[in-house]
């Protein structure tokens, strides 16, 4: 058998065994997969000297730590990224951040545009999954929306913050921050440069707004920009858009007002600013624990009570659909209003004129619920396998939230974790950035229909 021969056989039994692998997987299963894949390519590729700042390897474990924080966008990081990775590691770790944030899929329609191949059923499984749209038709056409939209928003803020910093860094680097902490920005990574984040322009506005902007419009959900883009009235906005949309602005002025008179009682942080850093301070803080991951004051001078609110922010995250993390704000609304709704005595659960499905409130639960679990069983497993005592337990349920809600802000805890618990703030980014109900469906078996049906009886409640 001729060469030639060998190697179309061995092309054509390759190809046989992907094909098969993916009738044998559900969308979930595959996102999982893929995710692993790029995951261990980023590890791969930091792992090599040429990543390294010093030009010694930084380590297979920093390497994956660094990796799985890139591709889920979380922020959490062992060292400092600017100090720590040559340019050329930069570089990588700003790639799967943009992979990781507009999703593998999204960006492989874009290229098979291009290329000119269609997009078939099992595809649109796969980007409806990835997106969390609702419905199967314009998938595509919202796929390339998304793309559009990212670069657009990523392009005009790198001309800003190249703008603002060309003076202080010359052109070259000013350009090369810019782009890097918008792409960083606009998917909700957090990750930064400089080791102290974005506090030296804690009272910039440039900065604040540009890079605010970024990650709260990513953070929407790019179901709900398109929405605005092709709609551009309130009324005629989804149930789902007008949702995110009022929730935002509610929970973040909220954040922002508590914040701001919390802290205004605290030398630590707002002693040494003027009224204009600390309005820009609370605001900035108030929605970057929205999954965002930057800061613009150092989070372990905060006081209790504003971490434990930062906790709870990280908790609730961004929207579904968008690059950030947590149960999602829209999954909030649907539970306190079913929750509102069980108060008054029951009856349909609506919002602006619309029903809202039972199938969405238990959805909505079990993200809760499931969600709450995960961080309390982390939070548990990093108290035992740091030897934590009482006094430093808040330190290690803000870790456990900010790993899971993808966030990636700090006490100051992730460079201090031992190996063991290394390997579960990358576990526990993991299972944040895919959801706990995501990995449920991707292993779980068969659904089977019940045959037998049980007669009903009640439980006493609360």
């Known amino acids: 058998m001729s060469a030639n021969a060998t190697d179309k056989a061995a092309k054509g039994r390759m190809e046989y065994w992907v094909n098969k692998l993916k009738l044998n997987m559900s969308p979930p299963q595959f996102i999982i997969i893929v995710f692993l894949i790029l995951i261990l390519i980023g590890t791969l590729l930091l792992s090599l000297p040429h990543s390294s700042a010093t030009g010694r390897s930084v380590g297979l474990l920093t390497a994956l730590f660094t990796s799985t924080s890139a591709v889920c966008v979380n922020g959490l990081i062992l060292s400092d990224t600017g100090t720590t990775f040559s340019l050329l590691g930069q570089i990588i770790i700003m790639v799967m951040i943009q992979i990781g944030g507009l999703g593998f899929m999204t960006l492989g329609v874009m290229v098979a545009i291009v290329l000119g191949k269609k997009i078939g059923l099992k595809q649109r499984l796969l980007i409806q999954q990835t997106t969390q749209s609702t419905s199967a038709q314009g998938l595509v056409k919202l796929s390339l929306y998304v793309v559009l939209i990212s670069f657009a928003f990523e392009a005009l803020a790198t001309i800003v913050l190249t703008w603002r910093w060309h003076d202080e860094m010359g052109f070259g680097m000013a350009l090369f921050n810019a782009l890097f902490h918008s792409v960083s920005a606009f998917n909700n990574a957090g990750f930064a440069l400089w080791p102290t984040s974005l506090s030296p322009y804690v009272g910039d506005p440039v900065v604040n707004i540009t890079i605010a902007l970024l990650f709260m419009i990513g953070g929407l959900g790019f179901i709900v920009i398109v929405d605005i883009i092709r709609k551009r009235s309130l009324k005629k906005l989804s149930l789902h858009a007008k949702i995110v949309l009022l929730a935002t602005g509610l929970l973040s002025l909220f954040g922002f007002l508590l914040l701001f008179l ?28 929205r999954s965002a991951g930057f800061n613009t004051i150092e989070i372990s001078n905060m006081l209790p009570a ?157």
């Not at 707002?270 to 929605?287: D, I, K, N, P």
Request: proline share 3%.
């Open 262 to 289: 919390l802290e205004s009682w605290n030398p630590a942080t707002f002693g040494h600013l003027t009224l204009w850093e600390r309005l820009f301070a609370a605001f900035f803080q108030s929605v970057t624990p």
């Open 306 to 462: 504003s971490q434990f609110l930062i906790i709870i922010l990280m908790f609730i995250g961004s929207a579904s659909g968008g690059t950030g993390g947590g149960i999602k704000i829209n999954t909030l609304v649907i539970i306190l209003l079913a929750t509102m709704n069980t108060f008054r005595g029951g009856g349909q659960i609506h919002a602006f004129k619309r029903r809202i499905p039972q199938d969405s409130v238990m959805r909505a639960l079990a993200v809760v619920i499931s969600s709450l679990a995960c961080v309390l069983v982390v939070a548990l497993l990093l108290t035992i396998s740091e030897g934590m005592l009482e006094e430093h337990f808040l330190e290690v349920l803000f870790e456990a939230t900010s790993a899971f809600s993808t966030t990636g802000l700090s006490m100051g805890m992730t460079g201090e974790l031992t190996p063991i618990s290394q390997i579960i703030v990358i576990v526990t980014m993991f299972i944040g950035r895919l959801g706990p109900l995501t990995l449920a469906y991707a292993l779980a078996q068969k659904k089977q229909a019940s045959k037998i049906g049980y007669p009903e009886d009640n439980i006493l409640v609360g």
